[in-house]
């Protein structure tokens, strides 16, 4: 097991700027490391789920940059980073002025990765590991934040059906996504479109062309 988790993302990432928001430093892997190929049995022998943390995906990078360049979506707003990663959505929501940021993820390690990033950008982010999905939408969140989230198709499903019960109460709902197999764009609006750089290790192409996504 490991005992210090923020040891342990110290250990396997560095500190960098993500290539599509320079203004932002993470700790992330330069590559695809050995944790990553381990079996499912191994990772669970060792306490550890896949770090999704240790990448700035390009789901979450438009998302941060659509945040960043258009700071009045979540000024002065109370906002959830729902699948937080390492947190770059919910930081770069707190850079553009938002009254606080709520980034969930059911990965603990998130946790300690998001409070990590949170330091290094000079903000602070609370942070939950509770799964969101199994109640409500917050009734006092205005703004909903979600990157990379149809990789699996029942998973896309329950969060989109959360999310649009959030965006029926009147909360603002945007989703960053690089065009995943089980991302529906039919009945949202497309808000802006980037060709963001990523890893031929993580994804079939060293550029995604990356959507933001609101649901009307």
């Known amino acids: 097991m490991i005992p210090d988790r923020r040891a342990f993302i110290?250990?396997?990432?560095?500190?960098?700027?993500?290539?599509?928001?320079?203004?932002l430093t993470l700790q992330l892997a330069d590559e695809v490391t050995a944790i990553w190929r381990l079996t499912e049995e191994e990772l669970e022998k060792i306490g550890l789920?896949?770090?999704?943390?240790?990448?700035?995906?390009?789901?979450?990078?438009?998302?941060?940059?659509?945040?960043?360049?258009?700071?009045?979506?979540?000024?002065?707003?109370?906002?959830?980073?729902?699948?937080?990663?390492?947190?770059?959505?919910?930081?770069?929501?707190?850079?553009?002025?938002?009254?606080?940021?709520?980034?969930?993820?059911?990965?603990?390690?998130?946790?300690?990765?998001?409070?990590?990033?949170?330091e290094a950008n000079g903000v602070a982010?609370?942070?939950?590991?509770?799964?969101?999905?199994?109640?409500?939408?917050?009734e006092d969140a205005e703004v909903f934040l979600a990157g990379d989230i149809c990789y699996e198709g029942p998973l896309a499903r329950r969060v989109l059906e959360w999310l649009g019960a959030a965006r029926a109460r009147g909360a603002t709902v945007l989703i960053g996504d690089?065009?995943?197999?089980?991302?529906?764009?039919?009945?949202?609006?497309?808000?802006?479109?980037?060709?963001?750089?990523?890893?031929?290790e993580l994804e079939d192409y060293e550029v995604k062309k990356t959507s933001v996504w609101a649901m009307p």
């Open 49 to 118: 789920p896949p770090p999704f943390w240790a990448f700035a995906w390009a789901g979450g990078q438009a998302l941060a940059r659509y945040v960043l360049d258009h700071p009045q979506v979540v000024a002065g707003k109370r906002v959830v980073d729902f699948a937080t990663g390492s947190g770059i959505v919910a930081i770069a929501a707190m850079k553009a002025g938002a009254a606080g940021v709520l980034a969930a993820d059911i990965d603990v390690f998130c946790g300690a990765a998001v409070a990590l990033n949170a």
């Open 178 to 200: 690089p065009g995943r197999t089980y991302f529906p764009k039919d009945g949202l609006e497309k808000l802006a479109e980037y060709q963001v750089p990523t890893t031929r």
């Open 125 to 138: 982010v609370d942070f939950t590991d509770t799964n969101l999905l199994d109640a409500a939408p917050a």
């Open 10 to 23: 110290v250990e396997n990432t560095r500190l960098q700027a993500p290539p599509h928001t320079p203004e």
